[in-house]
């Protein structure tokens, strides 16, 4: 089957069949069973997913996620470690590295390929794994994170925004049936985008698309002072939703102030959807229209297949969002919840490290030069092949 599906001879699908087997990134797994017409039984053969660990990470505001994956992208362990940002970025990359050095001490065994895989709040240079800026609860200025970690550890490290991480996942989640043009949209305690197009990640020139944060939907507030966060998080931010639900509950019925301080702005506003006498619905309206409004643009600017929206906000918003953006869209758009949760960031890392390590797998051949040219592609296709196939 392998030398059908890259076109090689059999002898030479057996001397790349046997240097794989010799590398440990494949392992027989037993003989098949043979064909209808008899001869000898076929061994299986199976990708060696313990070849290597991807170790990931996801910053968020409140606790630090981590996890440890082997090179099938499958989950074997994950903790959480509290995140303490106001101790300021040493504390934070400090509390980064215990918990990478937990992973690589619960995996005893020694693998082959190591790789660090972090999603990281604000905007981030990819190339060289720095965190150029984060406003909001973070405040880091051209933080070193991948080059902290590759110090640390000596393992290869790659370091991207949050909601990319986020939007990878959703990507990765969807299999073949994934859109390949769309944006996911996510409120936590800001606001931003991870924008696909091509089924590739698009970073921009500068690594802040998706950075829909400091989107102006007023174009007054262009002759008021700067908004370092961005004129939209300034409406929307988790933190600005809660100061504005507590303005507007302030001297009403009490009831509504205890429910912000029980369950959050969000429940409170929710129970201002069903009264429109609810103190809170004015700030409600005002917060989906802005929402609404930035979804629309979205859509205008990247014209996606489907807009995806994550976060607590956008269940309770969902259908005012689309009833606003589709009136005011001229073409058809999706918009949708994502099925993911929480952990949609550490899943997208773990995404992105398993591609990672795939890469370096293959560097790996270049480099000793097993293979060039359209013969490199077709080694490479019978070696991604060998998961579950026959030699």
């Known amino acids: 089957m392998l030398a059908t599906l890259s076109r090689l001879s059999k002898p030479t699908v057996s001397d790349q069949i046997d240097s794989l087997i010799d590398r440990g990134l494949v392992v027989e797994v037993g003989p098949g069973s043979a064909s209808a017409r008899g001869g000898k039984r076929p061994t299986l053969l199976e990708f060696n997913s313990d070849f290597g660990r991807v170790l990931c990470v996801d910053i968020g505001p409140e606790v630090i996620r981590f996890a440890s994956a082997d090179l099938m992208g499958r989950i074997l362990r994950r903790f959480e470690l509290p995140t303490q940002p106001e101790h300021g970025p ?48 973070f405040g880091w200025r051209k ?50 985008a991870g924008v696909v197009l091509g089924g590739m990640l698009h970073h ?29 998080e300034s409406i929307v931010g988790a933190d600005r939703v809660k100061q504005r639900a507590r303005k507007a509950a302030r001297g009403t019925e009490p009831q509504v102030s205890s429910l912000i301080r029980r369950e959050g702005a969000w429940a409170a506003l929710a129970a201002a959807a069903l009264d429109p006498a609810n103190p809170l619905a004015d700030t409600l309206s005002d917060i989906t229209l802005h929402f609404a409004c930035s979804v629309a643009n979205i859509a205008a600017m990247y014209d996606p297949e489907v807009i995806i929206l994550l976060g607590e906000p956008f269940p309770l918003l969902l259908k005012t969002i689309q009833d606003v953006a589709r009136k005011l869209i001229a073409w058809p758009i999706e918009i949708r919840l994502s099925a993911l949760g929480d952990d ?9 490290g398993v591609a990672r390590a795939y890469g370096q797998i293959a560097g790996s051949f270049d480099a000793e030069g097993w293979a060039d040219g359209a013969r490199d592609h077709r080694n490479r296709t019978a070696m991604t092949a060998t998961t579950g196939t026959q030699s």
Do not use: C
């Open 344 to 352: 949609a960031s550490l899943q997208g890392a773990v995404a992105a």
């Open 90 to 137: 040493t504390s934070v990359l400090q509390a980064v590295k215990r918990g990478v050095a937990s992973l690589l001490k619960g995996d005893s065994t020694h693998r082959k390929l190591q790789l660090i895989s972090v999603a990281a709040p604000g905007i981030v240079d990819v190339r060289n794994g720095i965190v150029l800026e984060t406003d909001n609860v």
């Open 204 to 232: 921009g020139a500068h690594w802040a698309a998706g950075e829909i944060g400091h989107m102006v939907l007023n174009a007054g507030s262009a002759a008021g002072p700067a908004i370092p966060r961005g004129y939209l």
């Open 143 to 192: 933080l070193d994170v991948g080059g902290a970690l590759r110090s640390a550890f000596g393992i290869n490290v790659h370091i991207d925004n949050d909601v990319n991480m986020a939007a990878l996942a959703e990507l990765h989640a969807g299999g073949d049936n994934a859109p390949r043009d769309f944006v996911l949209v996510r409120s936590s305690t800001g606001i931003g």
